[in-house]
């Protein structure tokens, strides 16, 4: 995907600079499996959940506060401690066929794969663009990864993709999670949790989720 891009009318340009895999700082829970429910499989046929955010680009001074300098290197990093918490979300679905019965089984695999993370740059495009037209503009498609994709491929692909992608004086988080896997409430939680942790209040953080099913109060 690197250096890629996408050009859309009214001449605004799409570039695709970078991809990456993004880990959890530990590895605690790679042999870890978690059993679907019936409500989960009934969402495999569907699409992931795409919700997005904008937000004001860092000032000179506030980036020198960041790791590196680098507002990108900082998100990717404060999402590898959030994955310590939401660890499932960088496995992958695995499905095993029943013989005997003939039917066919899902559950989440927390192997550790990771989640992508892809840096873009919308040039000539700003935070106006974006959010003053009565219908949703054709560029902001292509601020989230995986259109298209059904929560059954979680299998090959990530099961939780980022793109972070700088608009002339924003930045957009576009983030796609497997409905399969995480309800709204979570979705929320998940970014709640990565933006504590991104400002460094972790003394905020909301308790951790409960990703087995057997608890009705925890991911659902």
């Not at 530990?26 to 046929?45: A, F, G, K, Q, V």
């Not at 005997?100 to 794969?113: A, P």
């Not at 873009?120 to 601020?143: H, K």
Request: net charge negative; with cysteine; hydrophobic share 35%.
């Amino acid at each position: 995907m690197n250096h890629k891009e996408i050009k859309f009318q009214h001449g605004s340009l799409l570039h695709f600079l970078s991809t990456s895999t993004i880990r959890p700082t530990s590895n605690n829970y790679s042999t870890r499996r978690i059993e679907l429910t019936p409500w989960d499989l009934r969402l495999l046929t569907y699409g992931p959940i795409q919700r997005g955010l904008i937000f004001l680009k860092p000032t000179t001074s506030q980036e020198q506060q960041l790791e590196e300098n680098n507002v990108i290197h900082h998100l990717q990093s404060s999402l590898s401690r959030t994955l310590d918490i939401f660890y499932p979300l960088a496995g992958r679905l695995a499905m095993i066929e029943n013989s005997e019965d003939n039917t066919t089984s899902f559950f989440i695999d927390c192997n550790n794969h990771g989640a992508q993370f892809v840096h873009a740059a919308a040039e000539g495009t700003t935070m106006a663009d974006i959010l003053e037209p009565i219908y949703l503009p054709q560029i902001v498609d292509s601020f989230f990864l995986m259109n298209g994709v059904l929560n059954c491929e979680g299998i090959s692909k990530p099961l939780l993709s980022v793109q972070v992608t700088e608009l002339v004086d924003c930045i957009f988080i576009g983030c796609t999670l497997n409905h399969a896997v995480c309800d709204g409430t979570t979705f929320w939680h998940f970014f709640n949790t990565w933006s504590e942790i991104s400002r460094g209040t972790c003394e905020k953080l909301q308790p951790h989720p409960i990703f087995e099913r057997s608890h009705f109060d925890g991911i659902y």
